[in-house]
């Protein structure tokens, strides 16, 4: 079994963002980019929606990026960066035959949203900020109800929340 790992910042009142456009770093905290960092190259491998990956622009160090789309004639100038067309369940099969163990799923509400739907994400790690947007994009949608075991809570700095479930 592959480990899928959802990792995400999230709102005091659970959104990832403000706008599609929103780049993280404009509210995350710099020990929530020092997790994704950390936790990103454990997994070796990243997962992402194009939106995500246009606010990002560029590839991460140490980490092999795939960039989820439904288009097919995409690239990216650069190493580092593959566009997959495939579904959750085929990528992680393709994967998987490579000898890929471990996913770290990056954004947005799209690919979080397929991966909890087809029922392939095995741990949950998110952070919470002290912000409330009042609106938003969400963590995800569109899936029946997922119950979720608390494996750890860290505070990691002095206003924001790790909070590590396994589904």
């Known amino acids: 079994m592959m480990n899928v790992w959802l990792i995400a910042a999230m709102s005091v009142d659970g959104k990832i963002a403000q706008s599609s456009e929103q780049v993280s770093l404009d509210w995350t905290s710099k020990e929530d980019t020092r997790f ?3 936790k990103t190259k454990e997994a070796g491998v990243v997962i992402m929606g194009r939106k995500t990956f246009d606010t990002i622009g560029k590839p991460l160090p140490g980490r092999r990026m795939i960039v989820m789309t439904r288009q097919t004639d995409l690239a990216f100038e650069g190493d ?7 579904s959750p369940s085929a990528l992680l099969e393709q994967l998987s ?3 890929v163990q471990t996913v770290a799923l990056a954004g ?12 392939l994400v095995t741990d949950v790690y998110l952070t919470i900020e002290p912000i409330l947007f009042g609106s938003g994009i969400p963590l995800a949608t ?5 119950e979720m075991r608390l494996e750890d809570v860290v ?7 790790l909070l590590h479930y396994k589904l």
């Open 36 to 38: 994704f960092i950390d």
């Open 142 to 146: 569109g899936f029946e109800r997922i």
């Open 108 to 119: 947005g509400e799209m690919v979080y949203s397929q991966f909890l739907q087809a029922g």
């Open 155 to 161: 505070r990691i700095n002095d206003q924001a929340v």
């Open 80 to 86: 580092g960066v593959e566009y997959s067309t495939l």
């Open 97 to 99: 035959h490579e000898g």
